[in-house]
């Protein structure tokens, strides 16, 4: 247990469906992360929230949409996806100052999605 | 660019040794980690690097050189539980971290 939560942790949606991924951090931190990870592929930063606000968008396709209400939670809304972002969604967090991201990370265990 | 290279696998024998590289080139530097990540699981810290040198942590230790780009992680007294994909980063001048793809490792009885 990493203190960061992720549901679901599995999802298979077709292309026309629309879903949220939902991420949760119990450690108090004050920045929060979207990763795409795709098999032997370097992990993709997507999203970066520090201190509540976006701090970076890393041209992700408008079909990936975050949300961050507070500083505990963060979710990925996802509609009319591609076969291509399957892919295992990583949420992260960590203590930061300046919207610097070079503190330890701490990931969540990952939703494994299938886009049919 | 931004390049993080480590191997794609690495096979090693339990009770052994293994070291794995990592080279980088980024826009700046501000500190090289190390995670492990097992299958199916998140990725986990193991190590923090940001000066020059090797820093021990029990049976692991991460070693860094900036002039020439370079880590890494070595592995001792390798137990089966070692058997995981270790992540190399590398936070650049804008505090990104860039990430390599992974080397797995694979331990062998």
């Known amino acids: 247990e990493t203190g960061v939560t992720q549901t679901p942790r599995h999802l298979v949606m077709g292309m026309t469906n629309k879903k949220s991924l939902k991420c949760e951090q119990h450690l108090g931190h004050n920045a929060m992360y979207w990763y795409k990870q795709s098999a032997k592929k370097p992990l993709e930063l997507m999203f970066v929230y520090s201190l509540e606000e976006r701090v970076e968008n890393n041209s992700v396709p408008s079909r990936f949409s975050p949300e961050c209400p507070n500083s505990s939670h963060l979710f990925l809304h996802l509609h009319t996806l591609q076969p291509e972002d399957s892919a295992l969604y990583l949420c992260?967090?960590?203590?930061?100052?300046?919207?610097?991201?070079?503190?330890?990370?701490?990931f969540g265990p990952g939703t494994r999605l299938t886009v049919l | 660019g931004q390049n993080i290279d480590q191997p794609t696998e690495m096979t090693a024998t339990e009770g052994a040794i293994v070291q794995i590289n990592c080279t980088y080139q980024?826009?700046?530097?501000?500190?090289l980690f190390w995670y492990q990540q097992h299958a199916g699981e998140a990725p986990t810290f193991l190590s923090y690097?940001?000066l020059d040198g090797l820093e021990e942590k029990g049976r692991f230790s991460s070693f860094l050189s900036r002039s020439k780009g370079y880590s890494y992680l070595l592995l001792k007294e390798l137990q089966m539980k070692d058997s995981a994909s270790y992540l190399c980063?590398?936070?650049?001048?804008?505090?990104?971290?860039?990430w390599g793809a992974g080397t797995k490792l694979i331990i062998k009885p």
């Open positions: 690097n940001v």
């Open positions: 992260a967090s960590s203590q930061d100052s300046s919207g610097r991201t070079y503190n330890e990370q701490f």
């Open positions: 980024t826009s700046g530097f501000n500190g």
């Open positions: 980063a590398v936070g650049d001048s804008n505090y990104q971290l860039i």
